[in-house]
């Protein structure tokens, strides 16, 4: 084997020669990576690090050593260098038994155990890092390419998807297309198989029974032609589907973990894989959870492929559904998969929106100095108005355009927006999420939960994860019963969320300061020691009133609600004017009930004014909720004056 000196670096791939680990057998000048009859796609980083591991095979390798090799000795931060490692190991959950195993050895490094080889091909990678000659590759042919390693979102532990980088073999396009019987596929149909349980664990055969259940079930809510398929593990040919859900359940330690894969049957092209991990004991809502996130992949690509005039590739729409996780369920990594479709695909709208939207969500992430964000902005904006040149009804183009207003403060273009992407696809689940905390930012509470609980009736799988925010709607609007009964389904779904999820609603909007530092909203035990200080001296006089000291690490606008709850109006005020000005642009944080002391004094309109929303609510002629009915402070007739010459028709929420 090649030493350090002599050996093209890791991104070289283009010169590097196949290998194999166990049974995968690598391809980094192809970007492909095969065992048996799966062959997946692996993007270069991912193959950078393979390569380093493997050629060093049964020795450990620093975190630095990595940084070095692979990312040329930049500062990388180790959630970056976490989700690389992870995507590698997924490749070994391609074969049972797997090809290889990667363990991560606290503060010292990771090291790669090379397993028993299946077939071979080229040099051999052995523990300790030695090759051995192996015989020419059999059988490889011109196949398609297919999608790297397994991935996961819905947890925050989660394991990142590749941007789908790496070369497309033209004989391997073509060969795949000339094999689809003609006239065959139902586009848009798919074939659900029965989830592979591969352990005999009783969890495990409890969830790995539903969950292919559960997807048949949620697929027709979102639209999309379904049918159970045949016994795992069988060859199917297609018998007029377009895709085909299959997936393996397991466990891992005390880890539950479900795998998923969306297929092309008639090829065996594995277009998009995904996992969901929970701890074990608390299979409850698991299959739900983990449904509602392949569904939901599934049918952001469909529903953006819809929008589209030109043919969209299999191969497009295999980087399509990578970016749909990335971006639409917000990963932090969704620049380089979304990059990676623009460069495949510049001509289609999809494209340039979703690498809009990843540009964004970027900038939610890291944030940045005025003039950064002035350049990002721009950079968003020329992204998503080429979206709408290519195709005027391109749902994200417009809810891009419209969080770039709310960022300039530009609230009226903003809703203008959303009801331009509500218009052209009304059931577009992300739209009607964001509008509804759209709608908080301007203070119409009251409307974003009407929108929120008629949402939650649609029966949409993508809407599992928006449970919290219309609790806390249903909460502030004084509907504890409500809340209550929309906590209880999420957490059946998520039991991770039981005592949190509780403890913040009755601490904010719930029962008497003395229920609930007494524990008895069930959420107590998990309230914090500021949150406990500051209830209990709600219970006492005003004028010893205080911020507690132990809420001194809390976010700033967290303190600044602490403060308005406490009455204590002034140093609520001081707070917030310390606020960094991309702080101060969450003014949902304003309109809660605990913040109607804050509202109440005269600084609220110079407040309202400057963030842009006095201005919203006379170009739209709305009013915030608390600016209705005869209890409404003196603050709202200066906020509501001067209505005349509005330059956008008084709105109706949908």
């Not at 692996?42 to 493997?54: A, C, D, N, Q």
């Not at 609980?453 to 649609?458: F, K, W």
């Not at 993508?462 to 609790?471: E, K, N, T, W, Y």
């Amino acid at each position: 084997m090649a030493t350090d000196s002599d050996a093209p670096r890791p991104g070289d791939l283009a010169t590097r020669s196949d290998f194999r680990i166990g049974g995968l057998e690598v391809s980094p000048s192809a970007g492909r990576a095969r065992i048996g009859d799966q062959e997946v796609r692996v993007e270069p980083r991912v193959m950078e690090v393979l390569i380093v591991l493997s050629e060093n095979a049964g020795r450990s390798v620093s975190r630095d050593r990595l940084i070095e090799l692979c990312w040329g000795g930049r500062v990388v931060s180790d959630d970056a260098v976490n989700r690389i490692i992870s995507k590698v190991r997924g490749l070994s959950r391609l074969h049972d038994p797997p090809p290889f195993t990667l363990e991560t050895l606290p503060k010292i490094g990771f090291r790669l155990t090379a397993g028993a080889g299946v077939g071979a091909v080229g040099p051999e990678v052995r523990a300790g890092g030695d090759a051995a000659a192996g015989d020419e590759r059999e059988g490889s042919g011109g196949g398609a390419d297919g999608l790297s390693v397994w991935r996961w979102v819905l947890r925050r532990r989660g394991v990142a998807l590749g941007g789908l980088a790496g070369l497309l073999t033209l004989i391997g396009v073509v060969a795949l297309v000339a094999n689809w019987p003609a006239g065959r596929v139902v586009e848009g149909w798919v074939e659900v198989a029965p989830m592979q349980v591969a352990s005999d664990d009783a969890e495990v055969r409890r969830v790995g029974g539903r969950v292919d259940e559960t997807i048949v079930r949620f697929l027709p809510s979102l639209g999309i032609r379904t049918a159970a398929g045949d016994a795992p593990g069988a060859t199917w040919r297609g018998a007029g589907a377009e895709f085909r859900i299959a997936g393996v359940v397991d466990r891992r330690g005390d880890v539950l973990v479900a795998n998923g894969q969306i297929l092309e049957p008639q090829s065996g092209l594995l277009l998009w894989s995904g996992a969901y991990e929970r701890g074990a004991g608390t299979p409850d809502g698991f299959e739900e959870a983990f449904s509602s996130f392949v569904t939901g992949v599934l049918a952001c690509g469909l529903d953006q492929r819809a929008h589209e005039t030109a043919k969209v590739s299999v191969q497009v729409f295999s980087q399509l559904l990578d970016v749909c996780e990335a971006v639409v369920f917000q990963r932090r990594d969704g620049l380089e998969p979304a990059r990676d479709l623009m460069r495949a695909a510049p001509t289609l709208a999809v494209s340039h929106a979703m690498l809009a939207g990843a540009t964004l969500n970027d900038l939610d992430i890291r944030g940045g100095g005025e003039r950064e964000l002035d350049e990002t902005l721009e950079t968003a904006e020329a992204l998503a108005e080429r979206s709408l040149a290519i195709a005027e009804d391109q749902p994200i183009g417009h809810i891009s355009l419209a969080r770039i207003a709310m960022y300039r403060g530009a609230l009226a273009e903003a809703e203008r927006r959303f009801r331009m992407a509500i218009e052209i696809d009304p059931d577009l689940t992300p739209t009607v999420v964001i509008y509804a905390g759209f709608l908080q930012d301007v203070g119409r509470l009251d409307e974003a939960r009407q929108i929120s609980e008629r949402a939650a009736t649609m029966a949409d799988p993508r809407l599992v994860g928006f449970g919290p925010s219309l609790a806390f709607l249903q909460a502030m609007a004084g509907d504890m019963d409500a809340a209550r009964r929309t906590m209880d389904r999420v957490v059946r779904i998520e039991p991770d969320f039981a005592g949190p999820l509780a403890a913040y609603v009755d601490f904010w909007w719930g029962v008497s300061p003395a229920d609930t530092a007494g524990g008895a909203s069930g959420g107590g035990d998990v309230v914090s020691v500021c949150f406990g200080e500051v209830l209990g001296q709600l219970d006492g006089p005003d004028a010893a009133r205080s911020l507690p000291a132990a809420c001194a690490g809390e976010d700033v606008l967290t303190r600044m609600r602490l403060l308005s709850r406490l009455g204590l109006v002034d140093e609520a005020y001081a707070t917030f004017s310390e606020a960094p000005a991309a702080e101060q642009r969450y003014t949902s944080a304003l309109f809660g009930p605990e913040m109607a002391a804050f509202r109440g004094d005269a600084r609220f309109a110079e407040v309202a004014e400057r963030l842009g929303l006095a201005d919203y609510w006379r170009e739209t002629g709305t009013a915030p909720d608390f600016c209705r009915g005869r209890d409404a402070p003196q603050t709202c007739a200066l906020l509501q004056a001067d209505a005349a010459g509005e330059d956008v028709a008084p709105l109706q929420s949908p």
